[in-house]
């Protein structure tokens, strides 16, 4: 099984600074990694796909890098409403799919 | 709009049964595969099985396997879930997902609609 590792697990940061969130992968995912957001109450929501390319919807401050077994998201200008839990998930093996374990982002 | 609601979800006892449903609406059901994919406080995320358009096809994690079936009724829109000797550990919060399907890489790579999830309880 692939294992994601996410850090670091929890990030505070004052709005408008950058949130940089790490996943490394226990060995090459390709560019199948994805990034979700999941705020309290709510269901996850898809904001990167292919490692780097935007859903439809997601906000251009947000932004993914990397390939093969590091991984980024980037929030460029951090605002209140992205408070959540983010989770990386890659399905490089069909049809398995594994979750990181989460970095919660807060604002100071 | 793509719409998934679950139901279903509630109390059981360590042992028991239940049965979760999700009705899809706003796009074309028959043309994606689904999941569901649960959230427990211990584990956060975990992906647990899929199937295919027409049901021909399905996967399970190992963790479900023998005990969960998932199906789908595509005269109705709806995706199942039939989850038997249940136990402390499936206590969560499950959603229903829509497969990614990626018209470049011809690969379903994520899940890019979940409902709001109904949260299932194992206790005694």
């Known amino acids: 099984e692939i294992v994601l590792t996410q850090s670091p697990a929890t990030l505070s940061l004052s709005p408008g600074e950058r949130a940089t969130l790490s996943c490394r992968a226990s060995?090459?995912?390709?560019?199948?990694l994805a990034w979700y957001q999941q705020k309290p109450g709510q269901a996850p929501r898809l904001l990167i796909y292919?490692?780097?390319n935007g859903a439809s919807g997601t906000p251009a401050r947000f932004s993914g890098s990397g390939s093969g077994t590091d991984f980024t998201l980037t929030i460029n200008s951090l605002e209140p409403e992205d408070v959540a839990v983010y989770y990386c998930?890659?399905?490089?093996?069909?049809?398995?799919?594994?979750f990181g374990p989460g970095t919660k982002v807060e604002i100071k | 709009e793509v719409q998934l609601v679950e139901s279903g979800g509630g109390l059981v006892q360590p042992g028991g049964s239940l049965r979760l449903s999700c009705a899809a609406s706003?796009?074309?059901?028959?043309?994606?595969?689904m999941s569901w994919v649960r959230r427990t406080p211990g584990k956060g995320l975990e992906w647990l099985a899929n199937?295919?358009?027409?049901?021909?096809?399905?996967y399970y994690v190992d963790s479900v396997r023998g005990r969960f079936t998932i199906s789908r009724d595509n005269a109705k829109n709806s995706l199942y879930l039939q989850m038997n000797s249940l136990r402390a550990e499936d206590t969560a919060v499950y959603y229903c997902?829509?497969?990614?399907?990626?018209?470049?890489?011809?690969?379903?790579?994520?899940?890019?609609?979940w409902g709001p999830g109904t949260l299932v309880t194992v206790s005694s």
């Open positions: 706003g796009f074309t059901f028959t043309t994606y595969w």
């Open positions: 060995q090459s995912v390709s560019s199948y």
């Open positions: 998930q890659q399905r490089s093996i069909w049809p398995r799919v594994t």
């Open positions: 997902a829509r497969d990614r399907y990626d018209i470049l890489t011809g690969y379903n790579d994520a899940f890019d609609h």
């Open positions: 199937i295919k358009q027409d049901g021909s096809e399905k």
């Open positions: 292919g490692a780097s």
